[in-house]
């Protein structure tokens, strides 16, 4: 027997919202199938293992909402979100992951996703997230994952780098002198030197290599 969807509800009424459900693992479809077919309103019709058959499944059936779940075999599913909204402009994808981790917030919001949710939640929980993108509020979270976001903001708001430090931070981490970054962006060495000490004072460390190490800690690379 294929892995292809074995519990969905083709037959649901059209006053249900209708879900599609990508994950890899068949543990955690079946399990988020039954958590949400235990509540009104709400119907499976799409179970898919991989992009390809969820692709092949899209077409065949209308869907008001996608449950994307971001590690895949086959790589990182949130990058398939700009080609799922240019095919199916109506249908809302909400990222679905078991790590609560502000990378995938980032990236799930950047790629154009209308929120993202851990698959820890009760039924209750991801149907009510499901409701409200349904109603057009966005972006919607789990509450973890808001308060990652959260976390985020405050800390990027609590350094407010400015664009230039921005970029001269994405240089360093390139490994490139100041030196070679003065020459990159044809400012002089001494404005260089000035924007990477405004770094290192900003985030309280007293070098370049500690100034990388709380960039990456702090998820601003």
Not at 31 to 46: A, D, M, N, Q, Y
Not at 98 to 114: D, K, P, S
């Amino acid at each position: 027997m294929s892995k292809e969807a074995q519990h969905v509800d083709i037959t649901s009424p059209e006053n249900m919202i209708r879900v599609a459900l990508l994950d890899d693992h068949a543990v955690v479809r079946q399990g988020t199938f039954e958590l949400i077919k235990r509540e009104p309103g709400f119907s499976i019709v799409v179970e898919a293992s991989s992009f390809s058959e969820l692709q092949s499944q899209l077409s065949k059936v209308e869907v008001d909402i996608l449950l994307l779940d971001i590690n895949l075999p086959e790589g990182n599913a949130l990058t398939h979100i700009p080609e799922l909204k240019a095919k199916y402009p109506a249908m809302k994808i909400l990222a679905f992951t078991a790590y609560a981790e502000i990378q995938y917030v980032r990236q799930a919001l950047q790629q154009g996703a209308n929120g993202i949710l851990n698959k820890l939640l009760d039924g209750p929980a991801i149907c009510q997230a499901i409701q409200r993108a349904c109603d057009g509020e966005e972006p919607v979270f789990s509450a973890d994952m808001e308060i990652l976001l959260n976390d985020y903001k405050a800390t990027e708001a609590g350094l407010n780098l400015t664009g230039r430090e921005q970029e001269m931070l994405l240089h360093v981490a390139q490994g490139l002198t100041n030196q070679e970054i003065a020459r990159q962006l044809c400012l002089s060495v001494k404005t260089v030197d000035s924007h990477v000490a405004s770094l290192i004072k900003k985030f309280n460390v007293s070098n370049r290599t500690q100034l990388l190490a709380q960039a990456y800690a702090q998820k601003m690379l």
